[in-house]
């Protein structure tokens, strides 16, 4: 039971190149979602899903796109990436919709110069 | 929309001394609330969550929280903390996207980094 994954653990692209944070979960959980960390911010919701077919935005969509094909993939598209996109990405899972614990990834470390 | 207010950004103690981190949510019913811990270059783990009943909590490594509703506070305690226990920790409380909806999503305030010294 390896928990949730995440691909890859760092990346740097230039302005403008699209690329995908990938997320996995092998915990047959319902929801998951996506989160970034920015120093002094704590971390924002970017997206989430209910399910498999179901996404929906968070607190800070913009520039991000997600689908959820599968149970346990949630990938995290970015477009055209922006130097205000250069964060730290979270994935997280839980079990249902509410009062379960949610689980983390190890995060993804995003340089956009 | 739900908040949480982490006061401190950071907080230096002794190793071995008692440890006491604030958290306030503003939120219009009764929040599920957590606690998560991060070590550097890490993910987040839980400590501890609240959902109703007994309004202290017992969460891992000794940590423990108290709710208290009439100062929508809760704060995370450890009464001797370990060199190990330096991290940023966040509290965040879990409410429904929309009022009355079944979706709820997780707010988390912006963190209290822990440094102990020797």
């Known amino acids: 039971n390896a928990g949730v994954t995440q691909t890859p653990k760092f990346q740097v692209l230039k302005t403008g190149q699209s690329m995908t944070l990938q997320c996995a979960q092998d915990?047959?959980?319902?929801?998951m979602s996506w989160y970034r960390q920015d120093p002094g911010m704590g971390l924002r919701l970017i997206h989430y899903?209910?399910?498999?077919?179901?996404?929906d935005q968070g607190e800070v969509p913009n520039g991000y796109n997600v689908s959820r094909s599968t149970t346990e993939d949630f990938p995290l598209r970015l477009l055209s990436a922006a130097p205000s996109q250069t964060s730290v990405y979270f994935c997280?899972?839980?079990?249902?919709?509410?009062?379960?614990?949610?689980?983390f990834g190890p995060g993804t470390r995003l340089t956009v110069t | 929309a739900q908040s949480v207010t982490q006061p401190d950004i950071h907080i230096t103690v002794s190793e071995g001394a008692s440890l006491e981190l604030r958290c306030n949510y503003s939120?219009?019913?009764?929040?599920?609330l957590f606690w998560y811990v991060q070590s550097p270059g890490q993910g987040l783990q839980l400590l501890l969550k609240y959902f109703s009943g007994d309004t202290l909590v017992q969460g891992i490594k000794g940590f423990e929280a108290e709710f208290k509703r009439s100062q929508s506070s809760f704060n995370l305690r450890k009464p001797s903390v370990h060199w190990s226990d330096a991290a940023e920790y966040f509290c965040?409380?879990?409410?429904?996207?929309?009022?009355?909806?079944?979706?709820?999503?997780?707010?988390f305030g912006k963190g209290t980094l822990l440094t102990v010294n020797p």
């Open positions: 899903s209910v399910g498999a077919g179901i996404t």
């Open positions: 915990m047959n959980h319902e929801y």
């Open positions: 965040a409380v879990g409410a429904p996207v929309e009022s009355g909806g079944s979706n709820y999503k997780l707010t």
């Open positions: 997280a899972s839980r079990k249902g919709r509410q009062g379960y614990e949610q689980y």
């Open positions: 939120y219009g019913a009764t929040p599920y």
